[in-house]
């Protein structure tokens, strides 16, 4: 069933933005992390994560927030904002995997691998790396402006000398993993990513003016927009421009999108450590998008941000089904989405409004879709082929399983959902993932897909 829902949804044209960068992937051993925490001295890391910094100026910042990351088990990444540091980082580690990062970029090449009939992917900075990083598919097209026209070309036609580069730093950790800090053993208590994210003034997150004016034409070229990378704006830049001037421009980029048809938009969202910036984002863009995409981590701050903080921390610190569903059920009334994913270690979920086009039984094929996408990029590192997707299909469900179902159908019982579709799928977990940052990207770039596809069908869209 999930086979002939991707054949339908590679049928849509697909555009995306707008981050990109390399991702420097190290897997983590325990002796590393334990020669990181021996450096320091036990203490003092200790004394640090208390502080929880939000952003990494020194070396202690990010062994600090590495080993809180750890102890908890859950996604998380922090803003590097001191460049200096990037000697220190080579000086400690070694990167053997250099790959494509960023939601846009790994969007864009899944996309493409599978087939769709168009991908287009724009970023800002397209530098000859990045750019060469992209795959070699004639689906995949960046849009350039050539004499006042719009050209989509392949990405390695199109990049720029001369743009800047941005390299995020990932620290795939595996469960079972221990080492100890002081006369405390602490054992991983899940396989995740740590995420090191680059953030320095050379990159903005924006659309070029030139190609401004053509987003209608692309907008209505593509079936659905997948927009991201709204993480990586600063409060403020040397040049006076601040994070309210592209959050304005970023609405402006949805509403030209939209203008000559009204193309589904969904925001992945990714962690944004300053609160500030964080509801910045929230208030500005959610009212305008359709679809939005997060983990359970990413919730518990959005939750956070809205003013619920007793019930985010008990998503953070328990990840019960009950608390998301009801934080679900939250955001989607405050924000008035279509439709919110919410992707967990053991769970994906979906919550609506009821009056949604797709009954519940639909909706959980769309998350099954997603789930055996991640699960055939966690097999093999990277979904190539359409034949790849079916790998996803023999890897069981997590162990849990069961339960979740079980704890679901209570929740439902419990909370009032008569005026919602909540549907919930146990993930297909892959026990040693090859890695596994951006399998949330690819969950969402597979839940979103196939729920347009399956609107298209029903002439929803
Ligand atoms: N080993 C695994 N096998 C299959 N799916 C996984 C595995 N590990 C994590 N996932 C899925 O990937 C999701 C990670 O999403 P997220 O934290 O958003 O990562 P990223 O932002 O790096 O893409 C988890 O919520 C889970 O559903
Ligand atoms: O927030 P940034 O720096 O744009 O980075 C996003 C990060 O998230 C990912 O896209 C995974 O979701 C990584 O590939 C990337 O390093
Ligand atoms: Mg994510």
Do not use: C
Request: charged share 25%; aromatic share 10%; no cysteine.
């Amino acid at each position: 069933m999930v086979t002939g829902l991707m054949d339908e949804a590679r049928k849509l044209s697909i555009y995306t933005a707008y981050n990109t960068n390399v991702d420097a992937i190290t897997y983590l051993k325990g002796e590393t992390v334990q020669r990181l925490i021996d450096e320091f001295g036990a203490d003092v890391v200790r004394k640090r994560m208390d502080e929880y910094p939000r952003q990494i100026n020194e070396p202690l910042d990010f062994v600090a927030r590495l080993v809180h990351a750890l102890k908890t088990g859950k996604p998380m990444a922090v803003p590097l904002v001191n460049e200096e540091l990037h000697t220190w980082f080579d000086s400690h580690f070694d990167y053997d995997v250099e790959r494509m990062g960023g939601q846009a970029g790994i969007i864009a090449n899944l996309l493409a691998n599978l087939d769709f009939r168009r991908v287009t992917v724009y970023t800002p900075h397209l530098a000859k790396k990045q750019a060469m990083m992209f795959v070699p598919k004639r689906n995949l097209f960046y849009p350039v402006i050539e004499d006042g026209r719009l050209v989509l070309k392949h990405p390695h036609e199109a990049y720029r000398e001369g743009d800047p580069i941005k390299v995020n730093r990932i620290f795939e950790f595996r469960a079972g993993t221990t080492f100890k800090l002081g006369n405390e053993t602490i054992t991983v208590p899940f396989s995740g990513r740590f995420i090191v994210s680059a953030r320095f003034e050379s990159i903005r997150i924006y659309t070029e003016p030139e190609l401004k004016p053509f987003l209608p034409a692309i907008g209505q070229m593509s079936d659905g927009a997948i927009l991201s990378g709204y993480q990586g704006i600063k409060l403020r830049y040397s040049d006076g421009k601040d994070a309210n001037h592209y959050l304005r421009e970023a609405k402006k980029d949805i509403l030209l999108l939209k203008r000559e048809r009204d193309v589904k938009v969904h925001l992945e969202f990714a962690s944004i450590q300053n609160r500030e910036l964080r509801k910045k984002v929230i208030y500005n863009l959610f009212p305008l998008v359709d679809s939005v995409g997060m983990d359970e981590a990413e919730i518990a701050h959005v939750l956070n941000a809205l003013g619920y903080s007793k019930l985010a921390d008990r998503i953070f610190t328990y990840n019960r089904i009950e608390d998301t569903v009801l934080g679900g059920k939250i955001l989607i009334d405050e924000m008035n989405l279509e439709i919110l994913q919410i992707h967990t270690i053991y769970y994906i979920m979906y919550i609506t409004h009821a009056d949604n086009p797709l009954n519940e039984e639909e909706l959980r094929s769309s998350l099954e879709l997603a789930t055996t996408l991640a699960a055939a990029r966690a097999s093999l590192g990277e979904v190539s082929s359409q034949e790849d997707f079916k790998v996803g299909l023999n890897v069981p469900y997590n162990e849990r399983g069961e339960y979740v179902k079980l704890r679901f159908e209570e929740a439902k019982r419990r909370l009032r959902t008569r005026e919602y579709k909540v549907v919930i799928i146990p993930t297909r977990l892959v026990k040693n993932p090859v890695s596994t940052v951006g399998l949330g990207d690819t969950i969402s770039a597979g839940a979103f897909t196939s729920y347009l596809a399956m609107l298209r069908k029903k002439g929803a869209l």
